[in-house]
């Protein structure tokens, strides 16, 4: 048996020779058990690889998201990777809902060929009044603030100049039993600029992550006053993000993608 899949780069600006994040997209007529989606994720070898499958209703599609090493509960770049996929193959644009077993997430391929996605924005549940050791250690910056939310934890940094020189001490990262934190500062070309780490996984830093910029760009707004905001996210390959909060709360992140490969992967 053989399934096609394309690999598609999101978040990316190529004015700053900034790549984006790369995921894998399939499209079946169901999605397959774990244990074989798992599998498929280890041999395309990308972030992250999503699973479609068609749902009752127009343009509705079942969503899951596997890294090499494990399922992802709440991918972005993975979705708006399916977005730019499903809007190319009708008629270079259009609109789509995902549903994962948490929630639903909203895409949108534009018609000027940029991807949309729109999630619920994650807020801030407290403020953590003692940065642990690990982490002090491991990200060797100066660090102002910590915050815990339902997702990755947020680490407010003094500068962006700090952000893109951290070089982190992975190892001593993993000794702290948090998954994973958005490092981030207020920038100085853009509204403000992030660093995602999840030193427990094979990956340890993401290029360009969605589900980071849905706490960032409310934690943001609400410091900033403003609900229209520009990111950029310094990993090595380096992502940009357009975010926009509204009142209901909906979080949605528009940026440009380029399709890197399609091909078959024998099963």
């Not at 990316?12 to 499209?27: E, F, H, K, S």
């Not at 491991?138 to 070089?167: F, V």
């Not at 500062?185 to 360009?208: C, I, K, N, W, Y």
Request: net charge negative; with cysteine.
């Amino acid at each position: 048996m053989e399934i096609d899949y394309q690999i598609i780069s999101v978040f990316t600006d190529q004015n700053r020779g900034y790549t984006g994040n790369p995921a894998a997209v399939i499209l079946l007529d169901k999605l397959p058990a774990e244990r074989d989606m798992q599998s498929i994720a280890k041999e395309l070898k990308q972030p992250a690889t999503t699973f479609l499958a068609k749902e009752p209703g127009e343009d509705r599609f079942a969503i899951r998201w596997f890294a090499p090493d494990a399922e992802i509960g709440l991918c972005g770049h993975g979705t708006a990777a399916a977005t730019a996929y499903l809007g190319q193959k009708k008629n270079g644009f259009g609109k789509f809902t995902f549903v994962y077993p948490e929630g639903k997430l909203e895409g949108e391929l534009n018609a000027d060929q940029t991807v949309s996605i729109s999630a619920q924005s994650i807020a801030v549940i407290e403020e953590i009044t003692e940065f642990p050791e690990p982490i002090l250690e491991g990200l060797g910056i100066p660090l102002l603030a910590m915050y815990r939310t339902d997702n990755k934890h947020i680490i407010l940094a003094k500068s962006e100049q700090d952000i893109a020189k951290m070089d982190p001490d992975f190892e001593r990262l993993s000794q702290c039993d948090i998954f994973g934190y958005a490092v981030t500062a207020q920038g100085e070309t853009v509204d403000f600029v992030s660093r995602t780490l999840v030193p427990h996984t094979m990956q340890q830093e993401d290029h360009a992550t969605g589900s980071s910029h849905a706490m960032l760009v409310p934690f943001w707004a609400k410091r900033l006053e403003k609900k229209h905001l520009n990111s950029l996210q310094l990993s090595k390959r380096g992502g940009a993000f357009k975010g926009v909060l509204a009142d209901s709360g909906m979080v949605t992140l528009t940026g440009t993608f380029q399709i890197e490969k399609s091909g078959k992967l024998s099963l």
